[in-house]
């Protein structure tokens, strides 16, 4: 897999994320004063080829790792 931004584990799988770059793909809300800050990453299972897109919490900056976004798509996955 080429041109990802990182890439994890899970359930014996592994995953290839890549942050969207185009326009409307980050987004930074405000609560109670706080920044909250969103990118729009494609999730990529390596064996299969099949992908996700989805919203990653990024907290309070763009900056994303590769435990944050396993946890947050391990909770998409649950929820399906």
Do not use: C, W
Not at 18 to 29: C, E, L, M, V, Y
Not at 53 to 79: A, C, H, R, W
């Amino acid at each position: 897999m080429q041109n990802y931004d990182g890439k994890f584990k899970l359930n014996g799988q592994e995953y290839f994320y890549r942050a969207k770059d185009d326009s409307g793909s980050s987004k930074i809300t405000r609560v109670n004063n706080e920044e909250h800050h969103y990118r729009m990453v494609e999730i990529t299972n390596k064996e299969t080829g099949n992908y996700d897109v989805m919203m990653i919490s990024t907290g309070d900056s763009f900056t994303m790792f590769p435990d944050m976004v396993k946890n947050q798509y391990e909770k998409y996955l649950n929820s399906k």
